[in-house]
């Protein structure tokens, strides 16, 4: 069982490299990736810095933090959160967790009237395949689920099956006329009367020449002529009869199908609200914390909450058209673009057994991963021609503190975490976000019984070369080979050009404005 790789790039507070010991391996000079990839956190652009103020002060600094970014031209989405809210908070405990409460109560009656319509309509349907077995007795024929009911008379009857529908007329109508009347009370006296009554024909109408036909008693033949008279009867009335109750259940089953189908509709914003409330304790690792951190202290009204944010930005190294800005010159003068989901990245970032995303969302296939590389480009999150990209990860912990004597504070850690990184990485980070998009609709979907086929891992069909395959073999840096489309010297371009350029231009900005909003410079 593998793991995706870029899941956690959380950094060690004070080393800055990652706590993530499979990505820091793939991550420094000399590993087997350089050229495929670049995910290159330095040391240095890490920071955490910590701010306690007044009520309100920790979300008016994240919120104008959000706004920056809009006016710097950065690219960002919500990775995650959760929010916990400790009882003796009674006012944040009420906007919390008593309308999550509620919300819980209105999803279970909603659910409630769904699996009730879904009752109603499956005894409906149970009546809809006994009226559809009658109508084919009568010779109507099924097309796409449906029958035709008003099909010409005369095709109909040439189908009629007679024997099928004597059954009927024996077991269900003149069953229930009566000891001594019906025929399955009178078999006694003529063993072969059921027999005889199956072969008859529609016209066999007179008793001297029915009594000649079938060799019986003139007694026999008299019975015989009088149930053949009662089932034509009822054949003519049952026909009509049958098929008006055929409409009225299909005008049923499509007003059930409706509402039941309503009834989801209106149950998917508040089953999406009750999801988006995500409390603390829900994570195992978080429960653990619960029992030591010194915030959470008896009677004291606390509450916490945490936010993650996925922020990027493009950028072109500043040797146009020379080293590893090659590649990006040749795209900007043929117009062409590099393939983020290229085979390698498949391979290894997103289908890959051992480290791919597809470790993390099992239902992700070739032909979802290239809807949303057509999204990502038309909604404009990705920039066609650049190949890097400086990404942060901004995590927020945020405690709020009311104090007995009514007296209130707000404590909130920023923690600011850059890495370099090639397109297809970012590529691979984003149909991380896309793919918990998506989770959101399987979960309401799951939730409101709305049944979909399971797909498991689907091993990724592509074939890397056999060049590529016997480089990966050397462990050294093989300066006359090129393994991928990015930039291979970590020592010298990408330490000192790639990551100090994003260190300057990018990720001191950021800090350098967090501490300006805190008053620190």
Request: with cysteine.
């Amino acid at each position: 069982m593998g793991e995706y790789i870029l899941k956690d790039l959380s950094r060690h507070p004070l080393r800055g490299d990652p706590n993530n010991q499979e990505l820091l391996k793939h991550s420094g000079t000399g590993n087997p990736w350089l050229g495929h990839v670049l995910i290159a956190p330095p040391f240095e652009s890490h920071m955490q810095l910590n701010l306690t103020g007044p009520p309100g002060s920790i979300l008016g600094l994240y919120y104008s933090l959000v706004f920056q970014f809009g006016k710097w031209e950065y690219k960002l989405e919500k990775a995650d959160e959760w929010i916990e809210v400790s009882p003796a908070h009674a006012q944040f405990y009420q906007l919390t967790q008593k309308q999550k409460e509620d919300l819980e109560g209105r999803i279970k009656q909603g659910l409630v009237s769904v699996s009730q319509s879904i009752a109603d309509m499956e005894l409906l349907l149970h009546d809809q395949r006994r009226y559809k077995e009658f109508l084919h007795y009568l010779g109507y024929q099924e097309k796409d689920g449906k029958i035709d009911v008003n099909e010409d008379k005369e095709k109909v009857s040439k189908r009629t099956d007679n024997h099928s529908l004597k059954a009927v007329f024996i077991d269900q109508v003149d069953a229930h006329t009566g000891e001594g009347i019906s025929m399955r009370s009178i078999v006694s006296r003529w063993p072969t009367l059921i027999t005889d009554f199956m072969t008859m024909e529609d016209e066999d109408m007179d008793t001297s020449k029915l009594s000649e036909k079938l060799k019986v008693s003139k007694a026999e033949a008299v019975v015989l002529v009088t149930k053949n008279k009662l089932y034509q009867e009822w054949k003519r009335m049952f026909g009509p009869e049958i098929k008006n109750r055929y409409d009225r259940m299909e005008q049923l089953l499509q007003s059930r199908q409706a509402s039941v189908d309503q009834y989801r509709e209106w149950l998917k914003p508040y089953i999406a609200r009750h999801k988006l409330l995500k409390e603390g304790l829900s994570a195992s690792s978080n429960r653990g914390s619960k029992t030591t951190t010194p915030f959470e202290a008896g009677g004291i009204a606390t509450s916490s909450s945490k936010i993650t944010l996925y922020v990027w930005k493009d950028f072109l190294v500043p040797e146009l058209f020379k080293g590893g800005s090659e590649d990006t010159a040749k795209m900007l003068a043929t117009e062409k673009e590099l393939e983020v989901d290229d085979d390698w990245t498949k391979k290894n970032l997103i289908f890959g057994e051992k480290y791919g995303l597809i470790n993390e969302y099992s239902w992700i296939t070739e032909e979802w991963v290239k809807k949303q590389k057509k999204s990502l480009f038309k909604d404009r999150l990705m920039t066609k021609h650049k190949v890097y990209y400086s990404f942060f990860v901004i995590t927020l912990d945020r405690n709020t503190i009311r104090m007995p004597s009514g007296e209130e504070y707000d404590d909130g850690v920023f923690d600011i975490n850059m890495i370099v990184m090639s397109q297809n990485a970012v590529f691979t980070k984003l149909l991380e976000l896309r793919a918990k998009q998506q989770e959101m609709e399987h979960y309401i979907d799951k939730l409101l019984g709305i049944h979909k086929p399971a797909i498991g891992k689907q091993p990724y069909a592509g074939k890397e070369s056999t060049v590529s395959k016997i480089l990966d073999k050397f462990t050294f840096p093989l300066q006359f080979a090129k393994r991928g489309p990015y930039e291979r010297d970590f020592n010298d371009r990408i330490t000192k050009i790639y990551a100090a350029r994003c260190a300057q231009e990018r990720y001191a900005p950021i800090v350098k404005y967090l501490k300006q909003k805190m008053g620190v410079v």
